[in-house]
């Protein structure tokens, strides 16, 4: 039992099983349903459910999710890999390798699936390397350099010809 007193949200069969004999057993002795659920802090409508779910042999709980429609495929998965071989080195977004998934015609997906699946099968982007650091220019010897004031000056070189 949690904390409150309350049984948690989502229990096993052997606890469910072990629970409802309880159940049976204190009304054997006399006891009401909504007695005995009281004292082992089981709701009373979850007890009715878990009867009629033991009495159809369906006590234990169905695994999350079910089979969605809109589940991804596991050629769409590979699909997505196989763009991000092809194109992650030009495009270097999620976002844009799903546009081009679908102006090529290989798979329509959208851009979080696509992340999701690079992120599952552990492929990244690789970010655009970084630009040389560049020397600072001197200021002309023309010109004195004091806080607080801007030289322009043009920067085109004319040579005499």
């Not at 600072?136 to 801007?150: C, G, K, L, V």
Request: proline content about 7%; charged content about 30%; hydrophobic content about 35%.
């Amino acid at each position: 039992m949690g904390l409150s007193g309350r049984v948690p949200l989502r229990v096993d069969a052997a606890t469910k099983s072990a629970l409802l004999d309880l159940l049976d057993q204190a009304q054997a002795g006399g006891w009401s349903l909504r007695d005995a659920c009281a004292v082992l802090g089981l709701p009373e409508r979850r007890a009715h459910r878990w009867i009629t779910r033991r009495d159809r042999g369906q006590l234990a709980d169905k695994a999350p999710g079910g089979s969605p429609v809109h589940g991804l495929l596991p050629e769409e998965a590979a699909e997505i890999l196989a763009l991000f071989e092809d194109w992650g080195e030009i495009d270097r977004s999620h976002r844009k390798l799903a546009h081009r998934g679908s102006y090529t015609g290989r798979v329509w997906v959208a851009p979080s699936t696509v992340r999701r699946v690079l992120h599952a099968a552990d492929k990244h982007f690789r970010p655009l390397p970084r630009p040389g650091r560049t020397e600072r220019r001197p200021f002309p010897d023309w010109a004195q350099y004091t806080p607080n004031s801007i030289w322009i000056y043009d920067t085109e070189r004319h040579e005499a010809s």
